[in-house]
């Protein structure tokens, strides 16, 4: 089977875009979000959405945003504070800009983002791939990768409506990402 890359172990959550202009391939993936102002001086407490935390430590600069538009932002330090990283950045150095920051996305060019091991995915490589049953069905195409305790779950939209499809070996039989394709196998009870 082959995962797409979690939130608590990934470089991409939410898929964290900023759309290049004509395109809908990515240009940043999500580390991590801003989840409070840390202190008086500007700090922020990011929670930690990657499996490579070292990739914090020689950070310079990030991009702050949703998944839709992200702003460049020079980080000027950062520490460890339990299971949270803390990021100052340049210009911001008050708590009042910092509480301004909540909830933002910290990215990183999709370029930047750590090769995965064979097998493994990152979320914003499988979300427009077609579905295809092992019969040749066309079950239309993934538009999300949701998260759960369990498994990934692939949200695929086509002729049968809304599917969600567990991300496990009996229902996913290969991924192809050269052919832009995903063949899956309906299993009694899943639909």
């Known amino acids: 089977m082959a995962p797409a890359r979690h939130p608590t172990g990934s470089e991409d959550r939410q898929g964290g875009s900023d759309e290049i202009s004509g395109s809908t391939e990515p240009r940043f993936v ?26 914090f430590a020689p950070l310079s600069v990030v991009y702050l945003g949703d998944a839709v538009s992200a702003e460049r932002r020079q980080v000027v330090s950062v520490r460890w504070h339990k299971d949270r990283v803390l990021l100052a950045f340049q210009g911001c ?27 493994e995915y990152y979320p914003h490589q499988l979300v427009g791939l077609s579905a295809v049953g092992v019969d040749g069905e ?29 991300a496990v070996a009996d229902v996913v039989e290969r991924i192809d990402l050269e052919e832009r394709r995903v063949i899956v196998r309906l299993v009694p009870g899943l639909i």
């Open 30 to 55: 999500a580390i991590g979000q801003i989840v409070h102002p840390h202190g008086l001086r500007g700090e922020v407490a990011v929670e930690v959405w990657t499996d490579f935390p070292e990739r």
């Open 93 to 119: 150095t008050d708590r009042t800009c910092a509480d301004g920051l909540r909830g933002l996305l910290v990215q990183i060019p999709v370029e930047e983002a750590m090769p995965l091991p064979e097998g």
């Open 138 to 166: 066309d079950l239309g195409h993934i538009v999300d990768v949701l998260f759960t305790k369990a498994n990934e779950i692939y949200v695929v939209k086509g002729p049968r409506g809304e599917l969600w499809l567990p």
